[in-house]
């Protein structure tokens, strides 16, 4: 499993509030990623870091922010949720060298 | 922009062979993957290639790319019921950062 963990696994929240999701790697990899899926779309990255502190937009990244302050957690943060980021959130990691990306095993976020 | 396209269902008997087909449109794709996603689980890496390369062979798995007609396959042999699943196609493009385009993913059925 890559070392990687996601909490909370299951999330709901109503409209309006604010939301963080946390992926954990133990395994010290440089890279990580934030998808989401949804029914009908597959997965679609959101953001991704390459190191501490650098970080970049994804394909679908209005609505989301996130922060790396240290190598083994990436956070991703719903300022104010909204019914349209109901989905399930993945964590995604690789390594600096090498070209296996690895997947978390996701969290169910249902906004009300 | 990028695209990878699937077919969105498989249905095979056990034993027999199964062959899910992903096409995708940036040519400048250096690494293309597949991704196995079981009910209520994370993705779980299966294989991926190289650009540069033709075939892959990795026990049951058979993958095969035809970069000029950018057609990329997994074969899986004597499929068991195990292997039903969703399978996801990804590709790199062109991104530094190796950040993945996923295709919507083929549901694969497999019967007794």
């Known amino acids: 499993d890559a070392g990687i963990t996601q909490s909370p696994r299951h999330k709901v929240t109503e409209t309006g509030t604010p939301v963080t999701l946390r992926c954990h790697q133990t395994e010290n990899h440089r890279y990580m990623y934030w998808y989401r899926q949804d029914p009908g779309h597959g997965l679609r990255l959101i953001h991704y870091s390459y190191g501490v502190k650098d970080t970049d937009k994804g394909e679908v990244s209005d609505g989301y922010s996130v922060s790396r302050s240290k190598t083994e957690d990436f956070l991703l943060t719903l300022e104010s949720a909204t019914s349209s980021q109901t989905s399930v959130y993945f964590c995604?990691?690789?390594?600096?060298?090498?070209?296996?990306?690895?997947f978390g095993p996701g969290t169910r976020l249902t906004v009300t | 922009g990028e695209d990878v396209e699937q077919s969105l269902f498989l249905s095979v008997r056990e034993g027999d062979s199964s062959v899910i087909n992903c096409t995708y449109t940036d040519s400048s794709s250096t690494y293309l993957y597949w991704y196995k996603q079981e009910p209520g689980a994370g993705l779980q890496l299966l294989t991926y290639?190289?650009?540069?390369?033709d075939m892959k062979q990795d026990q049951r798995l058979t993958v095969l790319l035809n970069k000029k007609d950018k057609h990329l396959s997994l074969r899986i042999a004597d499929t068991q019921t195990g292997d039903s699943a969703i399978y996801f196609c990804?590709?790199?493009?062109?991104?530094?950062?190796?950040?993945?385009?996923f295709g919507k993913g083929t549901m694969l059925l497999v019967s007794p």
């Open positions: 990804a590709e790199t493009g062109n991104s530094g950062y190796s950040t993945l385009t």
């Open positions: 290639i190289f650009s540069n390369m």
């Open positions: 995604a990691v690789k390594q600096g060298t090498g070209y296996e990306q690895y």
